[in-house]
């Protein structure tokens, strides 16, 4: 008998255990890096700068701003949609794009118009890679550099931040190619810079890395 009901207990255990559900730790998994939030919007300063083809140079500063009209939950993921507004340094406000933000356990995105990336992919660590752009016929391999690590930018720390690189090639004689992305807990994108750019290859300017043209954006978060 005694035999008896330390089986039946055991039963219950396990049978207690195969019926729970443990939720994952979104901390560990790094999902506050990448927040879903319907009431928040995002403000950038923007820096853009477009090298023509006839040797001039221009420089545009202006801002940015998402703002999300509907959440929907979806199986295992969250998914928020919206607009981008362009900001000039008049207070004009126009409409860039549709946009729109989703986050499961396993991968974060971000499209705006019709092109998407998967900017994080959970759980986060350094070295992690993934496909960026599944949708394109060509892989495009994104890495994370650091993780859960500080970042200064401007006079401002984050104590813990995702630092994403997309491409950095820098070596290359005919084109120069860098993008990188910062994520921050709690905040999401603070910080991106995206300069490709094409060099001279003419044989008396070849290897010199002269810019014949090209375009380089930096976002900065405003934090209120």
Known sequence: MR????????????????????????????????????????????????????????????????????????QNRIKLEG????????????ILSSIVKERSDKLASFKIGNSEEVKLSFPVSEGKSWN???????EDEFEIFKAFQPYELGDQTFESTVQVIQEDNQDSVSNYDQRIEVY?????????????????????????????????????????
Not at 83 to 94: F, I, M, P, S, T
Not at 132 to 138: A, V
């Open 3 to 74: 035999l008896y009901l330390i089986l039946f207990s055991l039963f219950l255990i396990l049978a207690s255990c195969e019926n729970s559900t443990v939720a994952p730790n979104k901390e560990i998994l790094g999902l506050q890096f990448f927040p879903l939030n319907v009431n928040e919007s995002e403000l950038y300063s923007v820096e853009e700068i477009n090298y023509n083809n006839d040797g001039s140079i221009d420089t545009l500063r202006y801002q940015i701003q998402d703002e999300w009209v509907d959440s929907i939950s979806l």
């Open 83 to 94: 607009y981008r507004y362009k900001l000039d340094q008049a207070g004009n406000k126009e």
């Open 132 to 138: 960026g752009l599944p949708q394109e016929f060509e």
């Open 184 to 224: 921050a807990a709690s905040l999401g994108l603070i910080y991106k810079v995206s300069s490709q750019l094409e060099f001279c290859r003419e044989t008396d300017c070849l290897g010199l890395q002269q810019i014949e043209i090209g375009r380089t954006i930096r976002m900065e978060r405003v934090i209120n």
